[in-house]
């Protein structure tokens, strides 16, 4: 079967760092994505790892564990705009299909 | 411009109703999709159409037809709707090689069925 856990909720404070989590099981393995959406809005792409290790992009990084299926995203320098649902996918082999997990939503207080 | 738009934004209607969405992409696109996504956030793939071709169809309702005319557009035709319908669907677009083929989303369309 295929899924995809990650926390429901996550509360942190301005300025401060956060790292969301995800976990994976699922047929084949091409690639995993991060979105980022914000409440009555899309889900915009945020990042992609296909292999190991550590994607940064200015104050967001994501990293990838293939061998644990595991991947967090890490969010520094949190700002009240960073409120918003953060959506792991997973994309398998074979075909065209992204999936993905229920979201973390991610509330930031001053 | 917007790259990928989808009409109308909002769609009430009654239960047996039959409704389309419409979606565009600018961007050049080879693969276009239409995902579900429920109350508890839940995004689900529904079909997926690469160069006008169907290529994923999960398990949806017969209900719900896709159609896609030429490769920038896809449709979303649903008959006899039911309250279990209501959503907020995503059109998505993605091109070949480009980042894990990641998805370009349109804003959505809140399907409310009462």
């Known amino acids: 079967g295929q899924n995809i856990d990650q926390p429901t909720e996550m509360t942190a404070t301005e300025g401060a760092i956060v790292q969301i989590n995800c976990t994976y099981q699922?047929?084949?393995?091409?690639?995993l994505f991060w979105y980022q959406q914000h409440a009555g809005e899309a889900p915009t792409f945020l990042s992609y790892n296909v292999l190991d290790g550590l994607e940064e992009k200015g104050r967001f990084s994501s990293f990838l564990s293939r061998s644990k299926g595991y991947s967090y995203l890490l969010l520094k320098e949190l700002q009240m705009k960073d409120s918003a649902s953060y959506l792991c996918?997973?994309?398998?082999?074979?075909?065209?299909?992204?999936?993905f997990g229920a979201g973390t939503r991610l509330f930031v207080k001053a | 411009d917007t790259a990928v738009s989808q009409t109308p934004k909002y769609l009430v209607t009654q239960m047996g109703n039959d409704k389309s969405i419409k979606c565009e992409q600018n961007?050049?696109?080879?693969?276009m999709y239409w995902y579900k996504q429920d109350s508890k956030k839940f995004l689900k793939i529904m079909f997926s159409?690469?160069?006008?071709?169907?290529?994923i169809n999960e398990t949806v309702p017969n209900r719900f037809s896709p159609k896609s005319p030429d490769k920038a557009h896809l449709n979303l035709h649903i008959n006899s709707l039911e309250l279990g319908d209501s959503a907020v669907y995503f059109c998505?677009?993605?091109?070949?090689?480009?980042?894990?083929?990641?998805?370009?989303f349109g804003s959505g369309t809140q399907l409310s069925v009462l």
């Open positions: 159409y690469n160069n006008k071709e169907l290529i």
């Open positions: 699922t047929s084949g393995f091409n690639g």
């Open positions: 998505a677009s993605s091109r070949l090689g480009a980042e894990g083929e990641k998805l370009f």
């Open positions: 996918a997973v994309k398998g082999t074979g075909g065209f299909k992204t999936i």
């Open positions: 961007l050049g696109h080879d693969t």
